[in-house]
């Protein structure tokens, strides 16, 4: 999955793609260099960013996806938690929703059912303006795993088939570095939950953090947290270097694979 931020402030690549021509440029080289689903983001979840509202979140988003419907082969996904935004995105072409709040916004969850799309649900500890501040766990494994759980029996109460859900921890969103390395150690318990398992770390600040690199210079890190990802279970990886991550997935899927001599 690759990451296209429609959006002025996102933290790794904020600004870059506002343009809807330079959007679409830089979705058809991640679909070119491999991406199955780009996901599309018109709202950045970056602490201290300002909240947009769903006119223009609509229009930062729906003219992209649209070009893109008929120009790449790869799954559209909207990153969003508002309603009104899923509607529009799916009616112009997005086939799956991506929402960092797991469909907990009022409405959502209808909304959601009701477009009949694949839907991730993320776990987030607290709201983006606010949640690196302090975040807290007696046991962030089995807090996360509740919660996601949680969120999966309501959606199907809602008549979302099972079938339909995706399951991601939330790297970073709520989480200190070592909330973050108790979940990656928990990727092969999390993908055994039996629900396809999307993880994020492209860029984040743990890969900072333990490699003392600013955030346009992670790839390194990025590439190393995506394969390990990828061999503890994960289905998803969400990148914003795809031709990178695809080269080091296509050659660990050699070796895993049963080609060969
Ligand atoms: C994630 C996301 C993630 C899902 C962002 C960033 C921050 N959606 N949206 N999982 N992260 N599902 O790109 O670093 O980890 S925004």
């Known amino acids: ?6 959006t002025p402030d996102s933290f790794s690549d904020g600004g870059r793609y506002l343009r809807p021509d330079a959007a679409v440029a830089q979705a058809q080289a991640m679909a070119a260099a491999g991406a199955d689903i780009i996901d599309i983001g018109g709202e950045s979840t970056r602490p201290g960013a300002p909240a947009v509202d769903e ?3 609509i229009a930062r988003v729906v003219p992209v996806i649209e070009a893109l419907a008929t120009r790449v ?3 559209l996904s909207i990153d969003t938690s ?3 935004v899923m509607r529009a995105a799916v009616a112009a072409g997005a086939g799956m929703i991506n929402d960092v709040r797991a469909l907990r916004c009022a409405a959502a969850i209808e909304t959601a059912s009701g477009l009949g799309v694949p839907v991730c649900l993320m ?3 607290g709201e983006p303006a606010t949640m690196q501040a302090a975040p807290a766990y007696d046991d962030v494994v089995t807090e996360v795993t509740g ?3 949680a969120r999966v029996a309501a959606c199907e109460a809602a008549g979302m088939p099972r079938n339909r859900l995706l399951i991601d921890p939330g790297f970073g969103f709520g989480k200190d570095l070592s909330h973050n390395l108790c979940l990656l150690r928990a990727l092969p318990a999390l993908a055994g939950l039996g629900l396809p398992l999307l993880v994020g770390l492209s860029r984040k600040a743990m890969i900072g953090a333990l490699t003392g690199r600013p955030v346009d210079d992670r790839l390194h890190g990025s590439v190393a947290l995506a394969v390990y990802a990828a061999l503890q279970g994960a289905a998803v990886i ?3 270097d795809v031709g990178p991550t695809v080269e080091a997935l296509r050659v660990i899927r050699a070796v ?6």
């Open 256 to 261: 895993k694979g049963s080609g060969g001599q």
């Open 238 to 240: 969400r990148v914003h």
């Open 55 to 57: 006119a223009e979140e």
């Open 123 to 125: 776990h987030m500890q």
């Open 1 to 6: 999955m690759g990451v296209l931020n429609i």
């Open 147 to 149: 919660f996601l759980l």
């Open 73 to 75: 082969p790869s799954l």
């Open 82 to 84: 508002k309603p009104a």
